[in-house]
């Protein structure tokens, strides 16, 4: 399609009370803009969310426009400036993908500004047409191919996941975390209703997405069930039947995570790298940074910064003698789109990732997230994409340099001359029972002198999930389980909770910070990543 | 050929079996590792079920097996090498020294009461003591006392400073100067035609069902050991007692079936007699105690003998037995040490706790430790499980000729099955002998 013919379809937010009425009053006053705009009303500006205006992206709009009243005019007192919140929120984020700025504004509209309406648009179509069509939009003969998700029958995923061997036992029920506290819910009851043969029922059960995929029912399974990868295949089933369950945040880092895997821009995600820290392009090793960069915009409110993990295992492995290669264009593992049961999505993912890596030519990727380590390991050969690396996490490497090299650290310096911190550990799911790691986080932990580790009451295997997997399924249980957990790491009298696992943190933190009606018990306690603390005990340079 | 027969293991199968051969007037060589013969049924109470007591009817059959003309008992014992084929092995047998004359022994028991050294006892499941000089049970054949090398101070601290020997106490009380502390091994050898294996089974250890807190909840106990604490010549003389500090007697008892059975991660197969022991066992809390409740947690009821369908019946009908489809899941401890029991009924849907006050974990039941071990010496096949290897339709048969097998040895099976099948080695071996010629 040539520039000159390209016409911009810019959809627009327009509140009820001064926008849309300004849209209106420029219509009766016959003042000419351009048609390209599709303008769709609202009560208030402060409704709309990021996933709507990220969802307006995905749907192929070339321009997004949200507008409401001046500060100050608010129909709703204080709706617009939430308008405002949210907007600067999700900008950050598409800052981050690397979206044009013009393709996404905010605007203050009064009712009487209908001239002000139609310039805004006017402008806007300008710019956007300079830009060109959204990278995003797809031809329509493609935009149906994307619901032809999932190859397998329900049959299928019974054999490949030894679901038929389910004894029907209902062992793994009061396992479950969330079965215990959500009667309606129990894997065994979902396994029940596949294998009986209503086949239909299940995909469209919203129970389907209440599984946060944390194997501590297949860990005591007495038959050869693989719950989690069942559940995992059949809501690829469902996705494909547009089911999606009720997800997290309106479902924004999912939409976030499709626009990632269909995006041509060059990503803003190194902002934070400065010359404290050595990468090389020669290495051999690379450092997968993920999907970190995209969370802090979003999680800013509970005190939560991914990016200060990332920082500090970067600074750990240059202290280990390692300048790791990190790659500006390396993309989310695809973990979550996975577990919503959005294959086509991971599959971009995973096929853009390995084809960069390759490329590298890298031996070793080093991972601070678990669950970028779990999918690389478990996931990418699965579904044909091998990497010949050998494949760490952070904690793993420093276990090993402990046993191996003697690697020693020094205390905290503010500690009193004698004390010890106490600290207890959360075994992340995708570490933990995933792929089976509990020692060598303890081993750095007991490692750190001054540091105490107290065990909760459930740990290493019998951890207990921080109650939401792949921002699916955020709801009242899973806040009644993390404040459970939070209190029983309370029992302990640790002063920190260590993970190392950045969704744990992020969804204590969350709980920490009591959002929602659900006002349970007020438990704080400081949480920390394992790569925090121990960078926190690296020893100076100058004693190497 | 001569017409010898070993056979190995002194339960109720290798009885039976040594029966029947002795009665056609074979020469039958019993050897049974332990001190005594007897087996895993003289542990019992009672038996399925009939609800007779277990070894008022062994006994019995302990005590003319003994008697036997054609029977020779070789207790404490142990089969070490095999050459020859059938008709004609050669086996060498340890018969490890008692430290006690058996000819001069009369079973009067005053070496074992003064006896200073207490160890835990294995016949009672590791519940309760026994001494260093002991009897292995009350009803032990043949009634003859041993001393516990490994725990006799005597010899495991030698002489004193002066060179004098230690202790000697039962030396001193024996009015029949039957201990010998001088007795040394025996290696027999013996001559035989064919053997028949009977060696049981042991119960397996459920430390590694850790979701079920054996070895950490002192009140969630094995099967074999609640058997232990309910049966009269037990360790709290058959009162139903907890073990935990408080020692108070159960009012709510959890049977948790497949502890570590038909599970791909522990035992795949089913051991066939724990459903039925379950309901045994709780109808024998009721009768201990008519305020016991008692709660079967099952994946399936497998009752599939003589009258057992109806005596689960009769549990639910006439024992207030309460049978609950669910495989527990995991078990938690209060603060008074009452487990927690955490279950589904899969037939209601519904996702319970249940506090009880004892646990009774119907453990799998494995071959023993030693069947590998034995079946090298022998040249016999053990399959994935480490039972002993047999032809499908012929399961008395080892696959090598004179070699026979039954009882749990060679798969899981009640006792009339195991008697049963006894009988049918026994037959299978006597069929290797000239029809007819007798001595």
């Known amino acids: ?544 | 050929m001569n017409n010898s027969v070993l056979v190995i293991g002194g339960g109720v199968a290798g009885i039976q079996a040594s029966f029947d051969l002795a009665e056609m007037g074979f020469k039958v060589y019993l050897v049974e590792k332990s001190p005594s013969i007897g087996g895993r049924m003289a542990q019992l109470d009672k038996t399925f079920p009939t609800n007779d007591c277990s070894i008022c009817i062994l006994a019995p059959k302990m005590a003319d097996c003994n008697d036997h003309p054609n029977i020779e008992v070789l207790t404490y014992s142990e089969v070490k090498e095999v050459t020859g084929g059938a008709g004609d092995f050669k086996v060498k047998v340890l018969k490890k020294a008692r430290l006690v004359d058996e000819k001069k022994c009369t079973g009067c028991g005053e070496c074992t009461e003064k006896c200073p050294i207490k160890v835990p006892d294995e016949f009672n499941m590791g519940l309760g003591t026994r001494k260093a000089a002991y009897l292995y049970f009350l009803q032990a054949i043949p009634r003859v006392a041993l001393i516990d090398q490994a725990h006799c101070v005597r010899i495991t601290r030698g002489p004193t400073k002066d060179g004098k020997p230690r202790c000697g106490v039962c030396l001193d009380v024996c009015q029949a100067g039957a201990i010998d502390f001088e007795q040394k091994d025996e290696e027999l050898e013996l001559n035989v035609g064919a053997m028949v294996v009977a060696i049981g089974f042991d119960p397996y250890d459920p430390s590694p069902l850790t979701e079920y807190g054996y070895g950490r909840f002192k009140n969630v106990v094995t099967a074999m050991e609640f058997e232990r604490v309910i049966c009269a010549s037990g360790p709290t003389q058959g009162h139903l007692k907890r073990l935990s500090q408080d020692g108070r007697d159960p009012k709510r008892i959890a049977f948790v079936q497949c502890a570590g059975s038909r599970d791909v991660k522990h035992n795949k197969y089913c051991a066939a007699v724990c459903c039925m022991h379950a309901t045994k066992e709780a109808i024998l809390s009721r009768e201990h105690d008519p305020e016991v409740q008692s709660f079967v947690f099952y994946t399936d009821i497998r009752a599939s003998g003589k009258g057992f369908q109806d005596y689960v019946a009769r549990a639910e009908r006439e024992y207030g037995v309460t049978y609950i489809r669910g495989r527990v899941s995991k078990i938690d401890e209060d603060s008074d040490e009452n487990p927690v029991v955490h279950y589904t009924d899969t037939l209601a849907g519904e996702v319970e706790t249940m506090q009880v006050d004892l646990v009774v974990l119907a453990t799998c039941l494995v071959p023993r430790k030693g069947a590998p071990e034995l079946a090298r010496i022998l040249g016999i096949q053990v399959d994935e499980n480490k039972f002993f290897q047999s032809a499908t339709f012929s399961p008395t048969e080892s696959g090598v000729p004179g070699i026979f097998l039954c009882g749990y040895c060679q798969s899981p099976k009640d006792i009339p099955e195991s008697v049963t099948e006894a009988s049918a080695a026994a037959m299978k071996a006597a069929e290797l002998f000239n029809q007819g010629q007798f001595p």
């Not at chain 1, 294998?195 to 129970?207: A, P, S, T, Y």
């Not at chain 1, 999680?299 to 500006?328: C, Q, V, W």
């Open chain 1, 1 to 544: 399609m040539r520039m000159a013919e390209f016409e911009p379809r810019i959809i627009a937010f327009a509140c009820n009370w001064c926008a849309y009425a300004a849209a209106d009053i420029a219509g009766t006053s016959r003042i000419h803009y351009p048609p390209n705009v599709r303008v769709i009303r609202v009560m208030c500006s402060g409704m709309v969310a990021p996933e709507h205006i990220s969802g307006a992206l995905e749907s192929g709009a070339d321009g997004v426009l949200v507008a409401g009243c001046h500060p100050g005019d608010c129909h709703y007192i204080s709706g617009n400036l939430k308008a405002e919140e949210k907007f600067q929120m999700l900008k950050r984020v598409t800052g981050v993908l690397g979206i044009e700025d013009e393709r996404v504004k905010l605007k203050w509209i009064a009712t009487s500004e209908g001239p002000i309406f139609a310039q805004t648009i006017e402008e806007m179509v300008e710019e956007v047409k300079k830009l060109g069509p959204s990278p995003f939009k797809l031809p329509r003969e493609f935009q149906e191919l994307e619901q032809g998700n999932s190859a397998l029958t329900l049959e299928d995923i019974v054999q490949e996941t030894g679901t038929y061997s389910c004894l029907d036992c209902g062992k793994c029920s009061s396992l479950c975390p969330i079965a215990e506290r959500d009667h309606a819910y129990s894997p065994f009851m979902m396994v029940g209703k596949a294998l009986v043969g209503f086949g239909d029922e299940i995909i469209h059960d919203k129970k389907l997405f209440s599984c946060l995929g944390c194997y501590a029912c297949s860990l005591r399974c007495p038959g050869d069930v693989d719950y989690p990868a069942f559940m995992q295949k059949v809501r690829s089933l469902a996705f494909d039947a547009g089911e999606q369950g009720d997800p997290a945040h309106g479902g924004f880092l999912h939409s976030v995570i499709r626009l990632m895997a269909r995006s041509p821009y060059k990503q803003k995600r190194l902002e934070w790298l400065n010359e404290n820290y050595r990468t090389s392009d020669q290495s051999d090793v690379l450092f997968f940074v993920g999907c970190s960069p995209y969370f802090d915009p979003l999680f800013k409110y509970t005190g939560m910064r991914t990016l200060n993990i990332t920082e500090a295992s970067l600074k750990i492995l240059n202290h280990l003698g390692i300048d790791p290669m990190i790659l500006p264009d390396e993309r989310c593992c695809g973990h979550d789109a996975l577990w919503t049961g959005d294959v086509e999505t991971f599959k971009r993912l995973a096929e853009h990732n390995t084809k960069l890596i390759k490329e590298a030519g890298v031996k070793k990727i080093i991972f601070s997230c678990p669950e970028g380590y779990r999918t690389f390991k478990l996931e990418y050969p699965n579904y044909g994409f091998e990497l010949d690396c050998e494949l760490q996490h952070i904690s793993e490497l420093l276990a090993e340099r402990i046993e191996k090299d003697g690697l020693k650290f020094k205390a905290c310096p503010e500690r009193i001359e004698g004390t010890k911190k106490k600290v207890t550990y959360q075994d992340p799911c995708r570490l933990g029972r995933h792929l089976g790691i509990y020692d060598a986080p303890r081993k750095v932990l007991e490692a750190i002198p001054g540091t105490e580790l107290v065990e909760m009451e459930h740990n290493r295997e019998w951890s207990i999930c921080c109650g939401t997997s792949a921002f699916t399924n955020c709801d009242f249980y899973s806040h009644e389980l993390r404040t459970e957990r939070l209190l029983e790491a309370k029992a302990t009298q640790a002063e920190t909770l260590i993970t190392s696992c950045s969704k744990c943190q992020m969804h204590f933190k969350c709980a920490m910070n009591n959002r929602g009606e659900e006002k349970g018990p007020d438990v704080q306690i400081e949480v920390m990543d394992l790569a925090n603390l121990v960078v926190n005990a690296l020893e100076d340079e100058s004693h190497e």
